[in-house]
């Protein structure tokens, strides 16, 4: 065989992509939307998160432009799911930047897809606006394009670590789910609290999602009989840790993050649930925005904490629209910095979409406060995420015992 | 759309060199390997750390990747080949997700869970973003046809006999006085050699690597790719890469035309149809799009088929 | 350690009983199903629904989940894998992959990625002889041990299980004998999909009801048959407990985050050391 017949070869199958894709018309409209991807975890690890982020994604976007759109132009939102999977996520990536044209892409949730599909967002100048707590994150964007909406996990560390020693609890063992939003919490908690005068009775180990069980875990969690456990973890892998907990009769205080308890979790577990203690950063108290996102979302007020991906997925795409509203324009690098002046604390407190396009259109400073947190950035674009709340949960309710501000 | 197809071509180029190596290794010579996503990771995570922490060049991270592919392919093949194929199937996707774990783990070597940037590549200075991934992509197409010519040439090669007489029978090779073993140790190293190449270029394309990148269902649309293509068929299978490919990427499309299901249900919906899919063109064509040729044995050989 | 023990055979007990199916249909059809984890998490769904939605007692619907998951392995053969009997094994590999990604996200549009469980509470564990554990995990011992004697009674006593014994050794032989293999074949489907949701059920109770339930316990299923060497009904239920009580092991004593390597690691070393398994039997070259 020569080299010609393998080119051909390839030919074939270049010309069989080409082939499909030529069906797919012209995505340019005669009003010119402002096209926005939206990639997120719809399915794998992230699969109990990604579909009240894609939900909130896509209530906003109808509610802008059932209103008009933002600068007079209709807002197109292509969503895409990342499986939770880099390799997957890349290309869709590259499907919304390089076919539909998005300016931003919004909604990633694992860092290892937010980190993965950053060098082609970077290079095509898209902002990229996600929920993941990598620290190399902000190291990475070189253009000030990236927004993160999830306090970077060392802060949750340290808050839960604070709110625990400040209930009294001084011996802890910590085990934590292996990835990196996991692991630096892991150390900023042991910091804090050995700084506090506890102590930590284990060394700290990590265990992988998808495990066939994980009795041998929990017995070596408490084999020294700690006062208190520390578990940051996803809701999935939690659930089924929990479970072996609750079974192997420790009656110690439980600690985790907050994503790990959602409603679902309570009505799996049901009574065994309560005395958990689980923190998340949260919108300042009584938040209207809050309010706002739930009725949005059809939800009722159990005074539970509820999505607090979904409430992050309504303030990327209302800060997104704000700051394109207010660049008047949808060019990134103009929008991106208008995101800063729409969010941090100068203007007046708006947290629906629309109200805020208003006042932008009487010429009037905002300030976007969010339904996941108060959302101010840092000048490296991840969110400052002053107030921290700390729940228990008792008969199948959370239930507030402190919040810190910082 | 043209910046779009360059980078598909790209990821298309990856599975072709992923796809003529495991045609190298089960498609001619009978030996099944599921760690495919193992050696793609070794590669990714040898020539980034190499480039990224000891300053390698792109082409010496390329070719110790290689390197490490082929040592590591000898180590694994001379522990499992002589198993049947099935067992090999288990241990291989063993070895692919030690490999991940360890890559997890061990993040004093490979920062862990965080990942791997990667910032070397070849000539980033010269070109435009449009240009360097056509660039890009002549750089993974030239590794394309190499890899192709190579296989290709053993193929036709008399070594090529002795691989396919393996796959038959490997009882009735040794009886000839071939030594079974030694080449299949052989090919299960150039093989993975290949797929660690692919794993370099890989991690120099997209920059920003982790652990999460290397999941076993890479290795199950390589599989797909061979199967669908044809095994034994080096060109089918370059075409079953395409295919796959554009299974798996047309049927993102289907969201930015369909408006009257979430964006929830419709993700579940495209991975269904992508199975459908599958086993439809497995069932309908189970000797794949191009079946492979029948080899021109020398006159009073007869040569069988097991498939 | 007498506790890490009794964990091991918890986990084998989860695990014994797709082991034995998977081992069985194996040994019959010649292929790795790599869809027995997936059938296990729709056992769990089904079960979930009759006793959340519809509030039978978790024994009926477990029973429910049996006959429900038996059919639908039964159908799975019936609609993909009849016509393909010819196929190479790996190619039905592949078709048995595409099949559980087809499966699983077909839960998922039926019950979305959230998190459930059964309607049962938690208990308390009772510490007996220094070993903790709690009257669930009992009831799912007990019921899998004895699910595997009744599949015991049902090899050694009937003409159906002996002629599946026979189709297993030597599939040709046993068409050559008149045994009615097709009808064998189906059979095999029938009760591997039943011992397989009723292992869903027992994953449900212990883990955590989620569409991807199953996929965690797919590589510990696959060690134990190939540990007790496949086609082996009795090898399957020693390979689980082993396969159990090393993950255990490995997730007490040595680092818990390379755990779910641990099953491979197995697998390699024993098939270097006894290719066919504990009591596998070598196949005869053709």
New interface residues.
């Given amino acids: 065989?020569t080299?010609k017949?393998?080119?051909r070869?390839?030919l074939?199958?270049?010309a069989?992509?080409?082939f499909?894709?030529a069906f797919?018309p012209n995505?340019v409209w005669a009003n010119g939307p402002i096209n926005i991807g939206?990639l997120?975890p719809?399915?794998g690890g992230g699969?109990?998160f990604?579909?009240t982020i894609?939900?909130a994604h896509?209530s906003i976007v109808d509610r802008v432009n059932a209103a008009g759109g933002i600068l007079g132009r209709r807002v197109e939102l292509?969503?895409?799911?990342s499986?939770?999977?880099?390799?997957?996520a890349?290309?869709?990536a590259?499907?919304l930047?390089?076919?539909?044209k998005v300016k931003a892409i919004i909604g990633t949730f694992?860092?290892?897809?937010t980190?993965?599909i950053?060098?082609?967002c970077q290079?095509?100048n898209v902002i990229q606006m996600c929920t993941s707590s990598?620290?190399?994150i902000p190291a990475?964007d070189k253009k000030g394009l990236v927004f993160n909406f999830q306090a970077l996990s060392p802060r949750w560390g340290k808050a839960i670590a604070d709110l625990a020693l400040s209930n009294g609890y001084k011996n802890f063992a910590i085990?934590a789910l292996?990835?990196?939003f996991t692991?630096s919490m892991v150390n900023s908690f042991v910091e804090t609290v050995t700084a506090g005068g506890a102590e930590i009775v284990n060394k700290p180990?990590?265990?992988?999602g998808?495990?066939?069980?994980y009795?041998?875990?929990v017995?070596?969690l408490i084999e020294d009989d700690p006062k208190a456990v520390f578990i940051p973890s996803y809701?999935?892998d939690f659930?089924?840790v929990y479970?072996e907990l609750?079974?192997?009769?420790y009656e110690g205080k439980v600690f985790t993050v907050s994503i790990a308890t959602g409603s679902?979790?309570k009505?799996?577990?049901?009574?065994?649930a309560n005395g958990i203690l689980h923190g998340l950063p949260v919108p300042p108290l009584e938040s209207e925005a809050y309010k706002f996102y739930l009725k949005l979302q059809g939800l009722e007020d159990t005074g539970n904490m509820q999505h607090p991906f979904g409430t992050a997925g309504m303030d990327q795409i209302s800060t997104l629209l704000l700051a394109m509203e207010s660049a008047g324009t949808d060019d990134a690098n103009e929008a991106a910095k208008h995101i800063w002046k729409v969010s941090n604390p100068n203007g007046e407190r708006v947290w629906d979409v629309l109200e805020g396009i208003k006042l932008l259109r009487a010429g009037k400073a905002i300030n976007y406060t969010g339904a996941s947190s108060e959302i101010d950035f840092d000048d490296e674009g991840m969110i400052k995420a002053r107030h921290f709340q700390l729940w228990e949960i008792r008969d199948g309710q959370d239930v507030t015992i402190e919040r810190i501000q910082s | 759309m043209s910046a779009y197809l360059i980078s598909i071509a790209t990821f298309v180029g990856f599975y072709m060199i992923l796809a003529l190596a495991l045609n190298l290794q089960w498609g001619l010579t009978g030996m099944v390997n599921f760690g495919i996503a193992g050696f793609f990771g070794m590669g990714a995570y040898t020539s980034g750390l190499l480039t990224v922490y000891v300053g390698f060049p792109f082409l010496a991270g390329v070719a110790s990747a290689g390197l490490m592919g082929l040592v590591a392919g000898a180590f694994l093949s001379m522990l499992s080949v002589r198993l049947r194929g099935d067992y090999l199937a288990i241990v291989t996707l063993g070895f692919a997700e030690i490999v991940r774990l360890f890559l997890l783990n061990e993040d004093w070597l490979t920062r862990g869970p965080r990942g791997l940037s990667i910032d070397v590549r070849p000539m980033s200075e010269s070109f435009d973003r449009n240009e360097y991934g056509i660039f890009y992509l002549g750089i993974v197409a030239l590794t394309v046809l190499i890899v192709y010519f190579i296989v290709e040439k053993m193929r036709r090669a008399p070594y090529g006999r002795v691989m396919r007489a393996i796959r038959e029978d490997d009882v009735v090779t040794e009886t000839l006085g071939k030594n079974a073993f030694f080449y299949r140790v052989q090919v299960f190293s150039i093989g993975s050699m290949f797929m660690c190449i692919a794993g370099a270029l890989y991690a120099h394309y997209v920059q920003s690597i982790s652990p999460d990148h290397f999941v076993p269902m890479v290795a199950i649309f390589i599989w797909m790719s061979v199967i669908v293509g044809g095994a034994g068929n080096n060109n089918g299978l370059l075409i079953g890469a395409g295919v796959v490919m554009l299974i798996l990427e047309g049927s993102r499309f289907l969201g930015d035309f369909v408006s009257f299901v979430d964006a929830e249900s419709l993700s579940a919906i495209r991975i269904i149809f992508i199975g459908v899919l599958l086993i439809l063109v497995i069932r309908f064509r189970p000797q794949g799009l191009l079946p492979e040729p029948k080899f021109q044995a020398p006159v009073g050989i007869k040569t069988t088929r097991v498939n | 350690m007498g506790q890490i023990l009794f964990y091991g055979l918890m986990d084998g007990a989860i695990i014994a009983l797709p082991a034995i199916a998977f081992t069985m249909l194996f040994g019959i059809l010649r292929f790795p199903n790599f869809a027995v984890g997936t059938f296990m998490t729709v056992g769990a769904f089904i079960a979930l629904t009759l006793n959340v939605t519809f509030g039978a007692p978790i024994w009926v619907a477990a029973i429910g989940a049996m006959a429900f998951t038996s059919v639908a392995m039964w159908l799975s053969d019936v609609i993909i894998f009849k016509a393909m009997r010819e196929s190479h094994s790996i190619s039905l590999l592949i078709v048995s992959i595409a099949l559980s990604m087809i499966v699983e996200n077909i839960i998922r549009l039926f019950y979305g990625n959230d998190v459930r469980g059964f309607e049962l509470p938690l208990e308390r564990p009772i510490k007996f002889a220094g070993i903790k554990f709690t009257p669930d995990q009992l009831w799912i011992i007990g019921t899998a041990i004895v699910a595997m004697l009744l599949v015991h009674a049902l090899l050694k006593y009937t003409r159906l299980g002996k002629a599946m014994r026979a189709t297993s050794d030597n599939f040709a032989l046993a068409e050559v004998r008149g045994i009615n293999t097709n009808r064998v074949i189906g059979a095999t489907w029938l009760l591997g999909g039943a011992l397989i949701g009723l292992a869903g059920v027992f994953a449900g109770v212990d883990l955590v009801i989620e569409p991807q339930l199953g996929w965690s316990l797919t590589i510990p299923v696959f060690a134990a048959a190939i540990l007790g060497g496949i086609g082996s009904p009795y090898g399957a239920m020693v390979g689980a407990v082993l396969v159990g009580i090393a993950e255990e092991l490995t997730g007490h004593f040595f680092e818990p985050s390379y755990k779910v390597g641990v099953g491979f690691v197995i697998i390699t070393l024993l098939l270097f050391f006894r290719p066919h398994g504990l009591f596998g039997q070598p196949e005869i070259k053709k």
């Fill in positions: 065989m080299i017949h393998t080119r070869t390839i074939k199958a270049t069989a992509t080409v499909t894709t797919i995505l939206s997120t719809n399915t699969g109990p990604g579909p894609t939900a896509k292509f969503q895409n799911n499986e939770t999977n880099p390799e997957t890349i290309r869709a590259r499907k930047v390089d076919v539909n694992s860092s290892s897809v980190l993965g950053m060098p082609l290079e095509a990598s620290a190399d990475k085990m292996n990835n990196d692991s180990f990590y265990y992988n998808g495990q066939a069980s009795r041998a875990e017995a070596k809701v999935t659930t089924a479970k609750y079974r192997a009769g679902k979790f009505k799996a577990i049901g009574d065994a």
